[in-house]
């Protein structure tokens, strides 16, 4: 298999693609931006659980229990998308970070504190790159 070559798209391409299919867990190679972005979701309450195994390959493996309704079995993540590109890198300031959906939604920015959500991001009041949004 060829190298990827966004490992960010390809880890929201792989809990979109899993979501559709109606699975449960998903495996993602690792990587400490993807663990970052894991527990982002988690603490946001749009998946169930998360593990980290670091036996598996030289990175190790992000295992993610999806999250669904238990009534109308439709996934707690109902769009998932890369704003900022390796070809196209998008920045925002703190002043124009983006609102998903009215703030149902939240956008993941990478800031020189580390990767955060728009609203942690405009309450510390730094900007940096908008990397995906998801609600």
Known sequence: MAGVTD???DYLTRIRNAQQA???VVEIPASNMKKQITEILYN???IHKYMFDND???QGLIKIALKYDRITKEPAIRKL???SKSGLRKYSSVKELPRIINGLGI???????GLMT???A???NVGGEVVCYVY
């Open 7 to 9: 490992p960010i798209a």
């Open 22 to 24: 109606g699975h449960r």
């Open 44 to 46: 946001q309450g749009f």
């Open 56 to 58: 598996a390959g030289h």
């Open 81 to 83: 998308g890369r704003i």
């Open 107 to 113: 956008a993941i920015v990478s800031t020189n504190r």
């Open 118 to 120: 728009d609203k942690e």
């Open 122 to 124: 405009k309450t510390a």
